[in-house]
């Protein structure tokens, strides 16, 4: 085999993988929504019809949510278990976008051509890297590198309810590969790829505040009247001490200091607090007193409250004590932290500071405990290596501030380490209107992973 | 004239009367939205074709807002000018409703029939027991009592913008009137009628607390990235202490204690504190320590937040920072607090406490000072004598929660008192779903202002 040549292939074959990348990202594959069910099962298929004209062996497998896509393909060793998710997050607001999100198209910027609409970076994007490394590695060759399957989730943006029961339930079939490669992180900067080896985990509330048993006249009511908006604010203010930390009892059991090898390798990386926060309109640090950025987003939990919602909030006003109150509440969490613990602490905090004749309800939003991955598999060096001849400058081995739960799902069920790479860019805006990915990116990423396969499967 | 014949007159019509309220309730003349404006101008065309039909002299008049109706009739004193408002609440949560708000009926329950629908007591059906009055007395008396102009606002449930405005520009019309007679508020309980002498002023305000300049992945950013919702959360907390008063600095200013006198007529009225908040699904009464509910509802001004959003409130979970949070706040004024000084300090103590790096904006939605009626006038005493000859229980002077501020405008732009009548229950679930007005309110409200009407045109 030779890599140059099927790197020249994906060169060659670029405006294509795009064009292929457009007809995925048209499907509006919004999991959290159930509006959007039968466009998530058109992702699905979309990817299965894919894969097979690649000659892979695909199907989608049902789950009480979204389809699973599975396929296998190749043989030889390592056999590599490829993961990424076809579903995507919602647009809203949806008039603070600058074009269609579901029709993407390249548009010039000041740092090269993108490509903009929901999913392009977050993860369409990033899982067709793989793909078309793999339709470029075929088509040069006539064989593949080694034995490949494919696992495309499509419920990641909504806590993966089907994930875990679908992995337990298919272990032997998913559990035969020797590793996992996982396309869902990004870059450490422009011209520094990466391998991410810790990952935040994530636990989801939602927190209903119910006060009168309905909406009253704040003239007729106001002052004797309990007012869950009052009661929530003041649950949520408590949720930090004056220093940033994270109130709820027992919050920080599990909760690693970073070691001081691995603080070193983080300070000279160089990293601009200043630029990360100014490019998004901040700047003051906001989290605990005393800690990095960069400590805070890969090694330090937090709490957060990702909505909230009560009362009369249309245009004009409306005088109105409002029955009920609600709040979304997330939590980052490192180390050996316990989600469920945490989970039972902060709900029996909230319950506490509960006055006697309001009622309060929790919903739960998912609940995944870090992870932290052993480099300690030679395919990591081996990566590694391939992402430095790739990029301008050498690969690092990184953290991660999002949760992945996937990695500690596939080391808790199928027993197999995960490698992290992918070529996101912290302003890709994912989550956000105008989502983007770097033609760059995806060109880079294709040729990467090509790299990375040819490397991992030479002795 | 014959009262006894009057009174008659109103009982045999009163199928007609409801069926006239009715095809004013069908119109869903909602202020506070935009999307209801051709409505607000249908209500007023309505009221202007009922009172012509009469022999009012009647018309719209275009402000920048929603139009007044004004009409003029009759001869002698004293001059009456009579005041109500067309416009009503918005609907929403509109699942909670037991029928299409805009589609009234009557229902029975087990206090007797009821009028169910938006605006039947607040304060289309209110309004319309003085006009169907005026009507009988017409019919009886081919004449009408003494000369009466009629203002009704398109605006009171969206702060009145036009009304101080217009009230300016036709002073000289409208100030030539001996005593204004106000219809929106409400019986002391289903047996006791009441002359509304004191109301609470109210403040309007909306703050936005805007942290990053686009909504943020809380994996990326969580940590180090100011939250908006955390912000705002907080200075809600902030705006009471744990004794609940308000700690807007100066807010007490003004506010003046109960008189010794005052405080014994409404401990001798015997208002039930555990069944007023019992009916509502509460037990604790929230305002400050050492009030009674009454004292907290009329003499007491109060805080409260009326509406809160930001981030992701849709199903599911979306784990944004956003960058955006915002809240409706309002105060409820009392005595003689200067509502444009508490604003100015409500808006410096939020400033205040505003992180360095966010920004915070406020908009008004109006301001108007408690108003504190003269009881002096003749009227008054002549008044409640008559409604207590409709009524089980005597009349009683008392006060008002709600902000009425028309009595203060009239009282500052026109030099008019006013006498502030009204025939509502506290279980009407006015500005909430299932609002109703009990049919007997309507039908004694009509007799009880043919009453007032004899009574005071007699010397």
Chains 1, 2 share one sequence.
């Not at 509960?354 to 990566?383: Q, R, W, Y």
């Not at 090509?450 to 991992?456: C, I």
Request: hydrophobic fraction near 40%.
């Amino acid at each position: 085999m030779s890599l140059d040549a099927v790197l020249a292939q994906i060169d060659d074959d670029l405006d294509a993988a795009i064009e292929r990348l457009m007809s995925l990202l048209r499907i509006p594959s919004i999991s959290t929504d159930p509006a959007y069910a039968k466009d998530c099962q058109s992702a699905a298929d979309w990817l299965v019809a894919d894969l097979a004209s690649m000659g892979v062996d695909a199907e989608t497998r049902s789950t009480p949510g979204h389809p699973m896509v599975v396929g296998h393909v190749g043989e030889g060793k390592p056999h590599l278990l490829f993961y990424g998710h076809y579903d995507v997050q919602p647009v809203d607001p949806l008039d603070l976008w600058n074009r269609d999100p579901f029709d993407p198209a390249i548009e010039d910027t000041d740092s090269g051509p993108v490509l903009r609409g929901r999913g392009t970076a977050d993860d369409k994007g990033q899982l067709m890297t793989f793909v078309e490394a793999c339709r470029a590695w075929k088509a040069v060759n006539g064989t593949w590198p080694c034995k490949i399957s494919f696992i495309f989730e499509g419920e990641e943006e909504s806590g993966s309810p089907s994930l875990v029961p679908f992995l337990k339930a298919n272990a032997e079939e998913l559990s035969e590969p020797d590793l996992a490669l996982i396309c869902d992180t990004g870059l450490f900067d422009k011209d520094t790829p990466a391998i991410t080896t810790m990952l935040r985990g994530l636990l989801g509330e939602e927190v209903t505040i119910t006060g009168p048993d309905i909406d009253l006249h704040s003239g007729m009511y106001g002052g004797p009247a309990r007012n869950p908006i009052r009661v929530l604010s003041k649950m949520i203010a408590s949720l930090h001490d004056e220093t940033g930390r994270v109130t709820v009892p027992g919050f920080y059991d599990g909760v690693p200091e970073l070691s001081d090898e691995l603080r070193a390798q983080w300070d000279a990386l160089g990293f601009d607090d200043a630029s990360f926060l100014g490019d998004v309109g901040l700047s003051l640090p906001a989290g605990e007193d005393g800690r990095s950025v960069l400590e805070m987003i890969w090694a330090r939990p937090t709490c957060e409250a990702n909505g909230i919602n009560g009362g009369y909030t249309g245009d004009g006003f409306k005088t109105v004590l409002p029955a009920k109150a609600s709040a979304k509440i997330s939590f980052r969490l490192v180390g050996t932290q316990d989600p469920l613990k945490i989970r039972s602490a902060f709900r029996e905090m909230m319950t506490n500071a509960l006055p006697s004749d309001c009622k309060i309800e929790f919903k739960d939003h998912g609940a995944s405990p870090a992870s932290v991955m052993s480099t300690e598999n030679p395919a990591f060096e081996k990566a590694r290596v391939a992402l430095s001849d790739e990029w301008p400058k050498p690969a690092a081995f990184i953290g991660g501030g999002g949760s992945i739960p996937i990695a500690g799902h596939f080391k808790n069920i199928l027993g197999l380490d995960s490698m992290l790479i992918g070529f996101g860019l912290d302003d890709d805006l994912i989550h956000s209107p105008n989502e983007k990915y770097d033609v760059r990116s995806f060109q880079k990423g294709i040729r990467s992973w090509a790299r990375v396969l040819a490397a991992v499967t030479k002795d």
